[in-house]
Structure formats: structure tokens, C-alpha cells
């Protein structure tokens, strides 16, 4: 199968240079000065009873489009009433039908932190997450070599932004670093898309103590919830089984109520 995270990554690059074309890197250092500290992903995951970083999400290659008409100004409040622990918000527009549009119109509506959820890949992006008032980013793995995932955790940290670093592979164990707040285990292989909600469970054993752990993607039954909290899982990403529906706030707080949560 054509590798979509490969395929993702290039657009990205071309998309990034456009955008900086339009405002400069030093119009948005200037944008950023004396903003609001950050909301922590992490505290918030280890304080909520839930765990569950709400995703909204109006797309995927995969699955085509979800819910195209999506208000960003209501669902992301209507999870946190529900009882999310945290926000994620996509902001990829070509496979994802977001923008940092999205986490503008959110952010007035919540005090949740909000993860912007998107193919970071450099500095740019992450002064474009701050000047829209995200309080962490997501740095995947398998689109960084290491070097890139410690510079650019790094330079969120220096921007004072969480990072969520997502590992997909036993092998990417090795990019994890100091500055990472919030290790994520992705259930679905970036490259084929194909998700497996148990593959959290293969590799919790070999993270390293002491640092919040989420599982990623594909997670729609409440059991399945139950399952990784006792191997020692502090949040769950679950997007999909949300915005599918007609009211994804209340699909949530009934999915909450199932799980006993």
C-alpha cells in the first residue's frame, strides 16, 4: 500500500514554505510576546478522572470525511463539559479538513489544554501553535529522525509547549528525551493506516517509568479503555468514535458513563 505518511510529509514541506511566505517567522515571535502561560496536557491528563484527550476531527485519508461541516466553536466546549481531560484539535487542511482556524475558534470556548494535532516538522509550526494559544504539540516519530524530535522539543519547551511525542514502534523508543512531557502510543500504522487497538498494549511494558502515557487511535469500546488503564495508561486520544456521530459531546459523556470513568 502507498505509503500516506511519506506522501504527507512532502505536501507538508511545500505547504510550510508557502505560509512563511505570507508572514514571516519574525512577525509570528512578535505575535507570540507576552502571551498566556500554557495549560498542561500533562497535569491535566494526571488530575482527570477520564483520561480522555477528545479529538476533533473532520477528516482522514482513510475514512474520507466524518463530519465536513464540523463547528469548532461548539464541539471542542461541548467535550469539555462531557468531561474531557484535554482537547485535540487537527489542523492539517489537505488530508484532514482542518486549520489553525479551529483552535482560534476553540480556544475562547474551553480552559482544557488543546494539543495541536498535526505533522510538525519545524520551528515555524510550533511559533504558528503558540500565536493561536495551543499549549502542546504532537511530534511523530516515524515523520523525524531523532535529531529532529530533540530540537524540536526543545524549541516547544523554549516556547514554553508541552510535547506529546507518538511512537508507533518498539523501535522508536530511542526518541524520547527529557523534554517530553507526554509519551503516545499510536494504534494505527501511519503508513497503511491500519489500526489496532491492542498494539498499546505490546509496548507498554517497555516505556520508561516515570513519564504520562497515552494510546492513540482506534479505541471505541469502553472496555478496551479499562483495559489499557490497567496496563498502566494515564489518557486515551479517541477522535473517530466521537465525531462520527450526530452529538459528539454527548456520545462522549455516554462513553464515559459505559466506561465507569
Known sequence: MKDILEEIIAHKRIEIAEQEKAVSI???????????????????????????????????????????????????AEYQQAGAAALSILTDETYFGGSLKDIRAARPTVVLPVLRKDFIISYYQLLQAKAVQADAVLLIAAALTPQECFTLARQAHEL?????????????????????????????????????????????????SGKVRISESGISQPDTIRL???AGFDGFLIGETFMKTPHPGETLYHFIQSAGL
Not at 483520561?51 to 475514512?63: L, N, Q
Not at 511525542?165 to 512531557?181: A, N, P, S
Open 228 to 230: 489499557l488503564h490497567e
Open 160 to 208: 514554553d509547549l508541552e510535547v506529546l511525542q507518538e511512537l508507533h514502534t518498539e523501535q522508536e523508543l530511542d526518541y524520547i528525551c527529557d523534554e517530553v512531557d507526554v509519551i503516545g502510543i499510536n494504534n494505527r500504522d501511519l503508513g497503511t493506516f491500519h489500526t489496532d487497538a491492542t498494539h498499546s498494549l505490546s509496548i507498554a511494558e517497555k516505556l520508561p
Open 26 to 76: 519574525a512577525f509570528l515571535e512578535k505575535q507570540i510576546e507576552g502571551s498566556q502561560p500554557c495549560r498542561s496536557l500533562k497535569q491535566s491528563l494526571l488530575a482527570s478522572a477520564t483520561g480522555i484527550i477528545a479529538e476533533f476531527k473532520r477528516r482522514s485519508p482513510s475514512k474520507g470525511w466524518i463530519k465536513q461541516a464540523a463547528d469548532a466553536s461548539r464541539i471542542p
